[in-house]
């Protein structure tokens, strides 16, 4: 049985030791081919965060360093000790902390510099998992926990050591986002790490999920994945319509060899907050830049801005640019993405509740919009800028409805077609596997009734069919039933089963109809011929009663030769 903190590279480790054994000449002492200490996995999630965190910080004081020695600056032990300072608060920046300063707050901070520890954490989680013993999938949380934890203590005790009476980071908010970033990076490592030692592939994980949950996140990235794709092509179209603008701005600026590339850094760090803008202009709510400010398919009105080359994408004041206007596409298409892909892996059986799964759709990208608007947004810290970015609750409701009705209709598309598809590959094989049946078994032979003495035999007059014992029935039925379907066939079963049965019961009543009018009509021809034998409305009685035992009776037919043989 498995314990927290073993190695899974045990196998190795004992196979390195008996290979080590083997070698030697008896020389090798029985303690070298003992296998390593299990490590405790909490301790060693400590020490995982610690690194993490440390070198993530090197790399910080590294780029502040290149920075100050590029700048005019005073002797360096004057400056030594607000360089570490800002080089922690950048640190903190890249985990999204917010902090206040004497003139506002500083909450509009680039989401690119997540990476970094994201990737740290990503890459230490991997350790993690190699050095410790975790024995299944859903064991995960812990190695997360385990680091999670530790890096949350030193992202607030950083927060901490760097406040000054000018700049004052958010300390919970440095324990909330430390937590949150490792434990989403960190477990992604483990569970990275895992399913490669396991030989666990993404799609079977995604098959342990419910059918109906795994097609809704799935179609939920795919939505909110062509929403940023979208955005990011926006955006590029934009700069490079106003390339020329840019490269002014940035000759304006002359920030050297040295200042243009980490001028280039920030840049891109800003970069995913500009493809959420854009993401937010497609949309149709769009997104201010600064006070009483928008940009938006429905006007532009923005001020001075600050001295950015990226900002250049920004169009004039004024309409929006028609070649823009093409950006509202991007909602519709996404929408219609997440609706195929989410019916594709999980058909539903009623045609009218694919539309809602696509809806449901199209609400949770919503409330993914509404939260990445929310995180890429904020404020500069000036009066004039202290509102950037667009609105969290109008992103998230506008993309609810555009991506849910565009997902709506394409799940309710895709349904039918898959529905139809599958229907007719159901159909196919089972006329396949019963013509193979037929092929494969021969028809018995009828057997041979003696019939009674006193029941006439001639040429016409009796058929004899053969019926299959119950036995061969009931066991044929029994090998169908063992044979478990797939969702998918046995979705398309349920469906010709239905539509068999509503056939049936429309060919029964259609057959009732023609039986009951051949009835009514064999009365009425059965009346006419007894007016017309009767002669009169006085021996209707009798006629009645006569044509009664005509009617009723049992009668046989006999060839002459047999009628001669009985009389």
Request: proline residues 6%.
């Amino acid at each position: 049985m498995s314990t927290p903190g073993s190695p899974p590279d045990r196998g190795r480790q004992s196979k390195r030791s008996k290979t080590t054994t083997g070698a030697g000449s008896g020389g090798v002492s029985a303690a070298s081919a003992r296998e390593a200490p299990i490590r405790p996995i909490y301790s060693t999630g400590g020490i995982a965060a610690a690194s993490a965190a440390g070198i993530g910080l090197a790399v910080i004081v590294t780029l502040t360093m290149v920075g100050w020695v590029a700048a005019p600056h005073d002797t360096f032990s004057e400056d030594i000790v607000d360089l570490l300072r800002g080089a922690v608060l950048a640190w903190l920046v890249g985990h999204h902390v917010s902090f206040t300063l004497a003139e506002g707050q500083m909450s509009l901070l680039p989401m690119g510099l997540v990476l970094l520890p994201g990737m740290l954490l990503y890459r230490f989680g991997r350790w993690l998992a190699r050095s410790c013993e975790i024995g299944r999938l859903r064991h995960v949380y812990r190695a997360a926990l385990a680091i999670a934890g530790p890096y949350a203590a030193v992202a607030g005790t950083l927060a901490l050591l760097a406040q000054t009476d000018e700049v004052v980071p958010s300390m919970p908010r440095a324990l909330l986002m430390g937590f949150v970033i490792a434990f989403l990076a960190g477990g992604l490592g483990v569970l990275r790490q895992l399913m490669k030692d396991k030989g666990v592939a993404t799609g079977d994980l995604l098959d342990l999920m419910p059918a109906r949950s795994r097609s809704l996140l799935v179609g939920m990235l795919a939505s909110t994945g062509a929403l940023l794709v979208g955005g990011l092509l926006l955006f590029l179209v934009a700069l490079a319509v106003n390339l020329p603008e840019a490269v002014e701005i940035t000759r304006s600026l002359a920030p050297g060899v040295v200042g243009g590339t980490l001028l280039m850094i920030v840049q891109l760090a800003y970069l995913p907050n500009a493809v959420v803008f854009a993401v937010c202009y497609a949309l149709g709510p769009g997104f201010a830049m600064g006070e009483a400010t928008v940009v938006a398919p429905t006007g532009v009105s923005v001020g001075a801005l600050p001295a950015m080359p990226m900002l250049a994408a920004l169009p004039a004041n004024g309409a929006a640019p028609v070649l823009s206007l093409a950006a509202l596409v991007v909602p519709f298409v996404a929408g219609a993405v997440g609706g195929v892909l989410t019916q594709r892996s999980a058909p539903d059986v009623v045609s009218e509740a694919a539309p809602l799964w696509g809806f449901v759709c199209g609400v949770t990208t919503g409330m993914l919009c509404a939260a990445l608007a929310g995180t890429a947004g904020g404020s500069l810290g000036a009066q004039r800028l202290s509102e950037v970015g667009p609105s969290a609750w109008q992103v998230g409701l506008v993309a609810a409805l555009e991506v849910g009705v565009a997902a709506a209709v394409a799940a309710w598309i895709a349904n039918w077609w898959y529905t139809r598809k599958l229907t007719r590959e159901v159909a196919a094989q089972r006329e396949a596997a019963e013509e193979a049946k037929r092929r494969k078994r021969p028809e018995p032979a009828p057997p041979v009734v003696e019939l009674p003495d006193d029941v006439p035999v001639g040429k016409g007059l009796a058929t004899v069919t053969a019926l299959r014992p119950r036995e061969e029935e009931s066991a044929e039925v029994a090998a169908e039933e063992t044979e478990e379907p797939t969702p998918e066939q046995a979705i398309v079963q349920r469906r010709v089963e239905v539509r068999r049965a509503r056939e049936a019961r429309r060919r029964d009543r259609a057959t009732e109809r023609e039986a009951r009018k051949e009835a009514r009509r064999e009365l009425r021809e059965q009346r006419r011929a007894a007016k017309r034998a009767e002669g009169g409305w006085w021996r209707r009685g009798s006629t009645d009663e006569e044509s009664e035992e005509e009617m009723y009776g049992i009668t046989y037919e006999a060839s002459p030769d047999e009628i001669d043989q009985r009389s």
